[in-house]
């Protein structure tokens, strides 16, 4: 099953190089601490860079990819003078609907919340009482492909040899991603479906943070994973881990894996990330956010980090950001709801 999106730019074969979930590195940015509720004052250059002491919240557990997301917009805006100081903070829980919960009592109008296709997803399966309505749209970002990988000693060398062990032993293999209706969790469910697998024999393990996942896959606690490419990037590289299957419509370059089309299964899916802000924030709040965000896009800083994790840059913001959102709602609904995830 082909699930549509918006197209985006994206060159014909992607360079991919090594993305690191290990959070110290990440941390080394040298971001330096401030209170959640931010605040502003009239700094140099006009714009954007007014911004004292910005808050970004990753709604996930540190290695995965908002954490990673989060960090590098730290990384760019603080090299860039964007911004004064950036404080990141982890919110983990329940595909990233603990996190809104938090943004939807946020006050301060200095506040960036990552999200992205995986918390469409996870307010549906979760019920979640704070929606996608308790947000101020920002951007998009980035868009990223899904990859299937098992341990290096596992026997599975395909998506095949994957699919036909699920059909003989049906819930005992178990497959980790990411939180229950996210990206990860639809990818599976697509791949089921499209190789006439039941949906109730799929034994998928939520986790709230990539490196969770990663952990599980390493220790062998699971017998296959799906997240995104550059969240297992360093372990393939390393041989820890071996890739089967990429879900975006190209191959990757750097993983030695076909697609799922080109494996036999009619899938194609990407996982895009973007930035929202509180819930009823001023005109003018929300146009400096925009301002600040659009320069860190347009920055050096910003596209070295896009170009090493191995993202796809998907920029899209304001008002047709808000349109985008609106539909993706709409799509992920369906989507999930063919594959049972949700009635």
Do not use: K
């Not at 714009?47 to 989060?70: K, N, S």
């Not at 894996?257 to 990407?270: I, M, Q, R, S």
Request: glycine fraction near 14%; aromatic fraction near 4%; hydrophobic fraction near 40%.
């Amino acid at each position: 099953m082909t699930v549509p999106h918006r197209a985006v730019h994206r060159p014909a074969r992607r360079r991919l190089r090594s993305a690191s979930v290990a959070v110290a590195a990440a941390v080394s940015v040298g971001l330096t601490g401030c209170s959640s509720d931010g605040g502003s004052s009239g700094g140099g250059g006009g714009g954007a860079d007014q911004i004292d002491r910005l808050a970004v919240m990753a709604p996930a557990d540190p290695g995965g990819g908002w954490d990673q997301t989060a960090r590098a917009m730290a990384a760019a805006l603080e090299s860039e003078g964007l911004v004064g100081s950036t404080r990141v903070t982890n919110v983990g829980g329940a595909g990233g609907t603990v996190g809104l919960a938090e943004l939807a009592n946020e006050r301060s109008e200095d506040f960036l919340m990552v999200m992205g296709l995986v918390m469409v997803g996870a307010v549906e399966t979760n019920q979640s009482q704070a929606t996608l309505d308790d947000v101020t749209p920002l951007a998009r970002l980035t868009t990223e492909d899904e990859i299937i990988v098992v341990p290096a000693d596992s026997p599975f060398q395909s998506v095949d040899d994957l699919v036909e062990a699920v059909r003989t032993e049906g819930r005992g293999v178990s497959i980790a991603g990411g939180s229950a209706g996210g990206t990860d969790h639809i990818a599976a469910g697509l791949l089921f479906q499209a190789a006439d697998l039941p949906v109730e024999d799929l034994n998928y393990v939520a986790f709230s943070g990539g490196g969770e996942s990663l952990a599980a896959l390493l220790g062998g606690q699971v017998d296959a994973g799906i997240s995104g490419v550059g969240e297992y990037a360093q372990q393939i590289e390393a041989g820890e881990l071996r890739a089967l299957a990429v879900t975006g419509a190209e191959p990757v370059e750097g993983i030695d894996a076909p697609t799922l089309t080109e494996a036999g299964y009619d899938v194609e899916l990407t996982n895009w990330r973007g930035v929202v802000g509180p819930p009823g924030i001023s005109d003018e709040a929300r146009e400096r956010l925009l301002a600040l965000v659009a320069q860190m896009q347009e920055s050096e800083a910003w596209q070295a980090e896009v170009e090493e994790r191995g993202w796809s840059d998907a920029y899209l913001a304001g008002d047709e950001f808000e349109a985008f959102l609106a539909e993706e709602r709409q799509r992920v609904r369906g989507v999930l709801e063919d594959i049972g995830l949700v009635q």
